[in-house]
Antibody, heavy 113, light 106 residues
Framework: EVQLVESGGGLVQPGGSLRLSCVASGFTFNDYEMNWVRQAPGKGLEWVAYRSSTGNTKYYRDSVKGRFSISTDNAKTSVFLQMNSLRVEDTAVYYC??????WGQGTLVTVSS | DIQMTQSPSTLSASVGDRVTITCRASQSISTWLAWYQQKPGKAPNLLIYRASRLESGVPSRFSGSGSGTEFTLTISSLLPEDFATYYCQQYYSYWTFGQGTKVEIK
């Protein structure tokens, strides 16, 4: 059974940092592209970041470029989202998802003073 | 970037109704389109992938059609558990989502 389990969310002040983790199981992690998607309270789904299966290509939505970084640890079948210089508008539930359209349950990030 | 336009944003319907939701892509995405159902506080649940393929375990009252730039999700006969928000997603070039359609009780 495919599982994606996120962790690392929490409350952080504006300008702070958080590192989200997503542990994958039940599929060959190295074969698939990985994404992070977020959903602000009461809003729709918004794609955030992409990493190719080889890890050679990474892509970000404009509003997080230069602040967020996606990375992976293939040995741990994990994908990470390092989030720096956080803003109030980054408040959302963050989901990791594979290119096979499997999703985790999400982790809540709240940016507030 | 590929834009996805979903309509309507809200749909009022009754149990037993046939419901259709439309999604339009700003450029051709072939059949690289998925549909999700989302209930409050839960992660999106995949219903349809590759525009018309039913995800395992999803009831057959859900169906998808279309290719290129025009796509539809149809629920043949609404059940109480189908009142939720539905999203389309293109995965032809990175990912983009439609704005969502809330199916509410009439």
């Amino acid at each position: 059974e495919v599982q994606l389990v996120e962790s690392g969310g929490g409350l952080v002040q504006p300008g702070g940092s958080l590192r989200l983790s997503c542990v994958a199981s039940g599929f060959t992690f190295n074969d698939y592209e990985m994404n992070w998607v977020r959903q602000a309270p009461g809003k729709g789904l918004e794609w955030v970041a992409y990493r190719s299966s080889t890890g050679n290509t990474k892509y970000y939505r404009d509003s997080v470029k230069g602040r967020f970084s996606i990375s992976t640890d293939n040995a741990k079948t994990s994908v990470f989202l390092q989030m720096n210089s956080l803003r109030v508008e980054d408040t959302a539930v963050y989901y990791c998802a594979s290119s096979e359209l499997h999703w985790g349950q999400g982790t809540l990030v709240t940016v507030s003073s | 970037d590929i834009q996805m336009t979903q309509s309507p944003s809200t749909l009022s319907a009754s149990v037993g109704d046939r419901v259709t939701i439309t999604c339009r892509a700003s450029q051709s995405i072939s059949t690289w389109l998925a549909w999700y159902q989302q209930k409050p506080g839960k992660a999106p649940n995949l219903l349809i992938y590759r525009a018309s393929r039913l995800e395992s375990g999803v009831p057959s009252r859900f169906s998808g059609s279309g290719s290129g730039t025009e796509f539809t999700l149809t629920i043949s006969s609404l059940l109480p558990e189908d009142f939720a928000t539905y999203y389309c997603q293109q995965y032809y070039s990175y990912w983009t989502f439609g704005q969502g359609t809330k199916v509410e009780i009439k």
